[in-house]
């Protein structure tokens, strides 16, 4: 299941419409993206605004979210993706996977968050006391989603 | 065909979207991003390094030499930058 939305979500809450009452689960596994001040190299970041294409969004996260499916045994999936202005340390996204084993699980929520860094059609719009820009693509992203070609 | 801008190919450009009648000559991904860009102006200082210029036909990503046709919804973005930052 995906969701783009502007509103803040609750982790507890969304985990269990997820899979409550389902006895077949064994493991849920759930990663949390979060807006970090830390800049790197430049002053710290205020705030950032994630643009969208919302057509495609739907679209390729449904395939990424297929792809997941296919690879591993999952009982259940959720990805909640925000957009528009978020401020640092407010949830950026969220990733649910349940199976009837952790090792599906983990693995599914680490690919589903691999890809939709490089798939997803979002671009980030970072504020910092020196004025705005935007933040480009990075290498290591694309090397991460790379490592699960061929995979499992 | 409808044209869609993100991020900051739409604040070069300063459209995020507009309907354009496609040149007969005009076949592929490639030679629309030519076309654009010899109409000069924010058109060429977006589209000035194609390097870091991605292109989605109907909401697919499509390579340079995909075909493009005049009923189709094609956008022209940067590499995407979803996720929590890294």
């Known amino acids: 299941m995906i969701r783009v939305q502007r509103e803040d979500f609750d982790i507890g809450a969304e985990i269990e419409a997820l899979t409550g009452g389902d006895r077949e689960i064994g493991a849920v596994a759930s990663f949390v993206g979060i807006t970090r001040a830390d800049a790197g190299d430049g002053p710290p970041i205020t705030a950032m605004t994630l643009e969208h294409y919302p057509a495609m969004t739907e679209r390729q996260l449904a395939e990424i979210e297929a792809e997941a499916c296919r690879r591993w045994d999952l009982t259940a999936s959720l990805i909640v993706h925000r957009h528009g202005r978020l401020e640092p340390g407010e949830r950026i996204v969220l990733v649910v996977t349940a199976a009837s084993h952790r090792r599906a699980a983990l693995d599914a929520c680490a690919f589903l968050i691999d890809w939709l860094k490089t798939k997803a059609p979002f671009w980030k719009r ?16 694309d090397r991460a989603a790379e490592r699960w070609q061929g995979e499992p | 065909m409808t044209l869609l801008y993100f991020a900051w190919v739409r ?5 995020d979207a507009e309907e354009i009648a496609l040149p007969a000559d005009v076949q592929t991904v490639a030679a629309l991003l030519d076309w654009l860009r010899g109409r000069g102006g924010g058109y060429a200082r977006a589209l000035e390094d194609l390097s870091v210029i991605r292109v989605a036909v109907n909401q697919e990503f499509a390579r340079p030499d995909h075909a493009v046709a005049d009923d189709d919804e094609i956008a022209l973005f940067p590499p995407v930058t979803g996720g929590a930052r890294p």
Not at chain 1, 126 to 141: C, I, K, L, N
């Open chain 1, 126 to 141: 970072e504020e910092t006391d020196a004025g705005t820009r935007w933040v480009a693509a990075r290498a290591a992203d």
């Open chain 2, 11 to 15: 604040e070069r450009i300063g459209l």
